[in-house]
């Protein structure tokens, strides 16, 4: 298939069984993703939820990009690839759908960027094939989540939880990052592997770095816009003259389903915060998920979790009784 320019404003929409996804060439950034399996309110099911959008209101993207030593030899989130195609739908019958988007520079440096989407699944790989020119190229790989204050409007409601950034590793554990922090002072932590994500209270949005490497993670204020960014890069990596290396990432963009969570990454699924109650709550979730299991239907579970949790504390139930 032939290859065509797009100029920057172009959008390649993704349509899969979970999402809609749109991605701008430029940068090829995610700029917005509709849930198709949540609404904004019971009350009205068509009204479905934008999670990432680029409007002035709610502005909120994912944002990754390549770096270089040497200067125009890797492409930006502000560089613009080129793109074979402008809509990718999932078909009947497949399971993945491969986004791949092209860069080249002067120096014959080449880029294939490439957004890998499943079948219900809310991860995306992210994954950069560079081909180094007549010199050695040396960069890393950065990504970031670019987001404004949040505001309630018709189609966002905003529930009054923890709304803001989070970093993990397992050296310094969990740790949150609101927006004032992100305004007050640039975060400047160097760590070996962890995540960022953005959350709010049932969805979040994440950036997973490669394995294996030491990443330096920051947070930028942009007073004039009023945006608040989170993002990593990692260690950088040397790719001969003319020969061909791999970098890669996944992107984290829905629901905070905690079973899915603890299988993409370690710690993930802290981001479902119950707070002082979490030695309580865990270990509840666990029973009302085991029985919905069994019945494969959340009414039964919760029913079937209550007699647990009355046949437990039964006998204190009963001391209690008598001491009245």
Not at 149 to 178: A, R
Not at 264 to 280: E, H, K, Q, R
Request: proline fraction near 3%; aromatic fraction near 12%.
């Amino acid at each position: 298939m032939c290859i065509r320019d797009r100029p920057i404003s172009d959008r390649i929409k993704i349509v899969t069984d979970v999402l809609d996804v749109e991605i701008d060439t430029k940068g090829g950034d995610i700029v917005r993703v509709v849930l198709r399996d949540y609404s904004v309110t019971a009350d009205e099911p068509e009204e479905l939820l934008v999670l990432l959008t680029d409007e002035n209101v709610n502005y909120h993207v994912a944002q990754s990009g390549l770096v270089s030593k040497n200067k125009g030899t890797a492409p930006s989130h502000n560089a613009v690839y080129r793109s074979e195609q402008s809509v990718y739908r999932l078909a009947e019958g497949t399971d993945v759908i491969e986004v791949p988007l092209y860069w080249t520079n002067n120096d014959g440096v080449s880029v294939k960027k490439v957004l890998t989407f499943r079948r219900n699944d809310y991860v995306a790989d992210v994954n950069y094939t560079v081909t180094a020119g007549s010199q050695n190229w040396t960069g890393s790989d950065y990504m970031q989540i670019t987001r404004s204050l949040p505001v309630e409007t018709n189609g966002n409601v905003f529930i009054h939880t923890y709304t803001g950034g989070v970093v993990y590793n397992e050296e310094i554990k969990y740790e949150k990052y609101d927006f004032d922090d992100i305004a007050e002072k640039n975060l400047n932590y160097q760590l070996t592997d962890g995540w960022l994500a953005m959350i709010q209270h049932y969805f979040l949005a994440a950036w997973l770095p490669e394995t294996g490497k030491d990443n330096l993670y920051f947070s930028r204020y942009n007073s004039s816009k009023d945006h608040y960014t989170l993002g990593t890069r990692t260690s950088a990596i040397t790719i001969d003259a003319g020969q061909t290396g791999q970098i890669t990432s996944r992107f984290v963009v829905g629901p905070k389903l905690q079973n899915k969570l603890e299988e993409i990454a370690p710690g993930l699924d802290l981001t479902v915060d119950y707070g002082i109650l979490t030695i309580f709550a865990k270990p509840l979730f666990w029973l009302l998920d085991f029985f919905h299991g069994i019945f494969n239907n959340w009414g039964w579970a919760i029913i079937f979790l209550t007699i647990t949790v009355k046949a437990v504390f039964y006998k204190l139930s009963e001391m209690s009784y008598r001491s009245m």
